[in-house]
């Protein structure tokens, strides 16, 4: 399975255009202490061929095009690389991006039922893309693998339930942010997908510890981070913190999993700077904070 981060931020990116904050300050001065970062996504595939994207950021254009396997395939006039699409939850930064894709003819998207209501509830995306490419929804089940086209197998686990900014109702939460693992049959490469985790707990600590490689929330370094600009902790907002006692490094860290790599990291975190303290204690300790183009194979 071969496996390519095309955006390591979380929602907003790296420079954020609002933002004046340490890191975009330094992004846009192109120092290279912070590297820019595109929003969260990233592509599988088992063959290099047909991909499936697992996200979808309102940056996809420029992510597709800074990756050539996801152009259009050679020997024909149009066509797509892009199989379909696996979301984890609701969020505008990891499905804004589904609109940029009708142009498309046909794909897939997979979703639990509850991020489906919700994305037609309060952002039409399935009635709109409808009248384009007409995509396929198909279930993602907490209950059973699901098999996609190209040989890989995801399984959808249940992490923290967390309900998005722009729904205003409190009912129901099952399926709302799931982790995803991936099997590679082929290979018996595995691969956990986790970008939003709100708190760490089974069944996410049994499936990582046997990946052979877990991509993991690592949007705020400390609780208190987003009170800078916001009015929630980081807990409050559907993320464990990385830093502390009961933070995800100290996870991490003891964790025999060979490749353990920070994604959706905020432009707040200051594990960002290559030349701080805190990037060098992440380093330290066998964890990479994810950069865009990073690929690899399982
Ligand atoms: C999150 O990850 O917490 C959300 O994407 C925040 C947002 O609305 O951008
Ligand atoms: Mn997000
Ligand atoms: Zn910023």
């Not at 595995?190 to 052979?212: I, T």
Request: hydrophobic share 40%; aromatic share 6%; with cysteine.
């Amino acid at each position: 399975m071969r496996i390519r981060i095309l955006g390591s931020a979380a929602g907003g990116g790296v420079p954020q255009w609002n933002c004046r904050c340490r890191n975009c300050e330094a992004a846009r001065a192109e120092s290279g202490d912070v590297r820019p970062r595109t929003q969260s996504s990233i592509a599988v595939s088992a063959d290099g061929q047909s991909w499936f994207l697992l996200n979808v950021s309102p940056d996809i254009h420029r992510q597709i095009l800074a990756f050539p396997p996801l152009r259009p395939p050679p020997g024909r006039d149009r066509g797509q690389s892009i199989a379909g699409c696996v979301l984890t939850d609701a969020e505008l930064d990891h499905t804004a991006g589904l609109l940029l894709l009708r142009e498309g003819t046909s794909f897939s998207i997979y979703s639990t039922p509850l991020v489906r209501r919700w994305l037609n509830r309060h952002l039409p995306i399935e009635p709109l893309l409808a009248k384009f490419a007409g995509p396929r929804w198909i279930e993602l089940s907490l209950d059973d693998p699901c098999h996609l086209r190209d040989g890989l197998i995801v399984r959808a686990f249940e992490v923290e339930p967390h309900v998005p900014r722009f729904v205003d109702e409190a009912s129901e939460c099952r399926g709302s942010v799931v982790g995803l693992s991936i099997l590679d049959p082929a290979t018996g490469g595995k691969l956990v997908y986790a970008p939003c985790v709100g708190a760490l707990a089974e069944p996410l600590l049994a499936m990582a510890a046997e990946a052979d490689a877990v991509l993991l929330d690592g949007t705020f370094w400390s609780n208190d981070e987003p009170l800078q600009f916001g009015g929630r902790t980081a807990l409050e907002m559907g993320h464990v913190p990385v830093s502390g006692p009961d933070g995800s490094l100290a996870w991490l860290t003891e964790l025999p999993t060979k490749r353990r790599v920070y994604v959706h990291i905020n432009n707040t975190n200051p594990m960002l700077n290559e030349r701080g303290p805190e990037y060098r204690l992440v380093t330290s300790r066998g964890v990479s904070v994810g950069q865009d183009g990073n690929t690899f194979e399982l």
